[in-house]
């Protein structure tokens, strides 16, 4: 890819942005319009705008592929382990006010809901990420 | 006559998801091209994704949140939007699956439209 | 423990399937066994369900404690408590009849990745079989829709990609037609619960809404079923995909997309407003005689063993989706029995010309020449399992064509009835082409006066055979004790009669 001074710059100083933005939405899925998916999408999308400004060596270079995979598999390993957990608190799963009855601190399922979304939101990234390096990596970029 | 325009105009968004559906489809039929067949099926979708979220909407509402104690307002249905986010989430991988599967099709056979293909698997 | 299978059924199946990728990375040795004990799990789970159901009604279990209309309920009832147990009995014998062939067919480095998505094929289905809400059954549908399309794709041959394009194609307008025919349900009743759905719906029965969600519904399902004229996807995806997938899509897949389609229209529509409201069974009876007759006729004229049995399977789908047409309690125990019978005999055949291939390369008939002579024990399988495809006597294939017929005659469809015996009759047609081929035709080998058979042709590995030879016998054994199973099969019927 061609050397252009602008689009490094300004996707340079806009990835951070994009990033706690995406942060912000999935946080803010507990409460409000937002969520793990949509969360996750945005933080792929700042990937892809460091695919686009740096080509896929350089970055992947940072982001190995393998750790994509460990990423989407935390992800779900998180989701699916609070759901076994609210199984194990005696609920049903994903009954998070089991869990909060059980451990007796109040407002926990708030913060469960918040965990559950960061893991939907880890796996959406580190998926959306390696879709988009495995199609660019095949056409294009690599002599 | 009247009446069916009237019908027709209270319910412009579904006639519009339908047309768009059918170019969907048009494109998924007679595109030779087997990404342009792809880009179809995403029109296709995209019209059903419309579909939901126009009948959801309500005149006048606002998103669903919570309003602080005291005021009142109309909210759009959020259903069909958490519903559509799952069928994007589908949608956006059939399309990985697809270009994936045309991207080893040029791989194997050198060709991207249809009739080239089909001469080409025949000739194997 | 046992108040928490249904969830346990599809999520402990996904947290597997994480397993077998990471374990995999390390080592692929493990995922073979990691699958089959997954498997095994879902397979004890399910036949513990059933029992539960049969002893105690329908569970419910509500995730997250929500009961619905609000929440998501997964719903286990004596029909889909005798849907599941089938499923899993067939995803278990694939899974212990991949190994060896997935070493042949499938190149070392996506071993692990075909186990991956083997387990979420399997738990997609598993996962639209237990579900009561009917959106939920839409994203279990995609989920292994889009790991078939993969795993069709993950075979050697290059026009695997090309069958799986078409699959993918027509499966996802499949998939559009079923989401738009359920936001019509949404709209005109606002659930998305089917007992909900069918309590809210016979108070707008008359709205064209509802007719349109009807209308969506059926054909997108079969689309997926490969009714007749919309089978085109079909014979290249069954004979292109590795053996392995083959036999898992050809009779689990199948089977559980004509239990959606069951589903939908019996428990979410209910029987009164699919007889009366809008009577298409005629028209169903009608497509469903066509793609019988259709689907024997095309299976006599292929070249090619997979192939011929691709067609047949559309022939088969025709009998099912007729007790569908006919929809009174004996065509329908028919029905039920042939989605049993059928993914019974079905998974046999395809075994067979997948261990065919394995040992010869080929499925071609006029490579087959004289091969009972070096392959017994497969041969015998083909033909009892062939046996019961055609409907002779003791076997479950028999029982099941019987109930058919007989339900067909007490409807007063005569035609219909004839239709289904010539079915039969066209069934010994491409049966018989194999068994001539295999047993009554000299190899080509000897022809040529050096009597040596060709390199490495000798009866199947065990771990081939074993599931194989079991399913061949289950044909056997499943007709001659049909009487217990009509326990379990004539109240599930009831159950769709008698709406939800």
């Known amino acids: ?143 | 006559m009247e009446a069916v325009l009237e019908a027709f105009l209270s319910h412009y968004n579904y006639g519009m998801a339908i047309i768009l559906m059918m170019i969907g489809l048009y494109a998924l039929i007679a595109k030779q091209n087997l990404v342009k067949k792809l880009i179809g099926l995403n029109i296709f979708q995209t019209a059903i994704f419309l579909f939901y979220i126009s009948f959801a909407d309500v005149e006048g509402g606002i998103a669903p949140i919570y309003l602080p104690e005291g005021m009142e307002a109309i909210y759009v249905n959020p259903l069909p939007h958490v519903l559509i986010l799952t069928a994007i989430v589908v949608g956006v991988s059939v399309t990985a699956v697809g270009l994936s599967l045309i991207v080893r099709i040029y791989e194997e056979y050198g060709v991207i439209d249809e009739a080239g293909l089909l001469k080409m698997v025949k000739r194997r | 423990m046992i108040e928490h299978l249904p969830v346990l059924l599809v999520t402990v199946p996904i947290v597997a399937a994480l397993l077998i990728l990471l374990l995999g990375w390390h080592d692929s040795r493990f995922c073979y066994p990691l699958t089959l004990a997954t498997i095994l799990f879902q397979f004890a789970g399910g036949i513990a369900l059933l029992i539960e159901v049969m002893r105690e009604g329908t569970i419910h279990y509500y995730l997250g404690g929500w009961a619905p209309p609000l929440g998501i309920e997964f719903v286990i009832d004596t029909f889909n408590g005798y849907i599941l147990p089938i499923v899993l009995l067939l995803a278990l014998a694939t899974a212990v009849y991949a190994r060896r062939s997935v070493e042949k067919e499938i190149k070392p480095e996506k071993i692990v990745s075909f186990y991956v998505l083997f387990q979420l094929l399997v738990t997609g289905l598993v996962g639209m079989t237990i579900t009561g809400d009917i959106f939920n059954l839409y994203v279990f549908l995609e989920i292994s829709s889009i790991a078939a399309y993969t795993l069709i794709a993950s075979s050697r041959k290059p026009r695997a990609y090309v069958a799986a394009l078409n699959y993918l194609v027509l499966g996802s307008i499949a998939g559009g037609f079923v989401l738009l025919g359920i936001g019509n349900l949404y709209v005109a009743t606002g659930t998305l619960n089917m007992a909900d759905l069918a309590r809210l719906l016979p108070a707008s029965y008359g709205l064209a809404t509802v007719h349109t969600a009807f209308l969506l519904l059926v054909i997108g399902f079969s689309i997926k079923v490969a009714l007749f004229p919309l089978h085109l996807w079909l014979p290249d995806a069954y004979t292109e995909a590795p053996s392995a997938v083959t036999v898992l899509i050809s009779t689990v897949m199948a089977k559980v997309s004509v239990y959606a389609m069951f589903r939908v229209i019996f428990s979410v529509f209910t029987t009164a407003y699919f007889v009366e409201t809008v009577p298409v069974t005629e028209l169903i009876l009608f497509i469903a005689a066509v793609a019988i007759v259709a689907g024997a006729v095309l299976a006599i004229a292929q070249e090619d063993l997979k192939r011929m049995l691709a067609y047949s399977s559309v022939s088969q789908v025709g009998y099912i989706v007729f007790a569908l047409g006919v929809a009174n309690q004996i065509a329908l125990e028919g029905g039920l029995l042939h989605i049993l019978g059928h993914a019974v005999m079905k998974g046999c055949l395809f075994m067979v010309a997948g261990v065919i291939i394995y040992r010869l390369g080929t499925s071609s008939f006029s490579d087959l020449k004289g091969v009972a002579a070096t392959m017994p024990v497969t041969c015998a399988a083909f033909a009892l399992a062939g046996a019961s495809m055609i409907g002779v006597p003791p076997t479950i294939g028999f029982a099941s064509k019987y109930y058919l017929v007989l339900g067909a005659l007490e409807a007063g469809h005569w035609v219909y009835a004839a239709v289904l015996l010539a079915g039969s009759l066209l069934a010994v047609g491409y049966i018989w082409r194999f068994i001539e081929v295999a047993y009554f035709s000299a190899s080509s080998h000897h022809e040529g006066g050096d009597h040596h058979p060709a390199p490495g042709v000798r009866e199947a590995p065990l771990s081939m055979l074993v599931p194989m030879v079991i399913l061949s016998i289950l044909c056997l054994v499943l007709g001659i004790f049909v009487d217990p199973l009509m326990k379990i099969v004539a109240p599930a019927v009831s159950l769709l009669l008698g709406g939800a």
Request: net charge negative.
């Open chain 1, 1 to 143: 890819m061609r050397e252009n001074v602008v689009i490094r710059t300004i996707s340079r100083i806009s990835v951070p942005f994009i990033q706690v933005f995406a942060l912000y939405v999935i946080v803010h899925g507990a409460v409000g319009a937002g969520g793990g998916f949509q969360g996750g999408v945005a933080f792929a999308a700042s990937f892809i705008l460091m695919f686009i400004a740096f080509g896929l060596s350089g970055v992947e270079k940072r982001l190995g592929k393998k750790w994509l995979m460990v990423y989407s598999i935390i992800g779900i390993a998180i989701y699916a382990g609070i759901g076994f957990l609210c199984l194990a608190a005696g609920g049903n799963y994903l009954e998070y006010g089991a869990i909060e009855s059980a451990v007796g601190v109040a407002h926990l399922h708030g913060y469960l809901i918040d965990a559950v979304e960061m893991g939907i939101g880890i796996t959406v990234m580190a998926v959306m990420v390696s879709i988009i390096s495995d199609v660019m990596d095949r056409d294009g970029e690599s002599p």
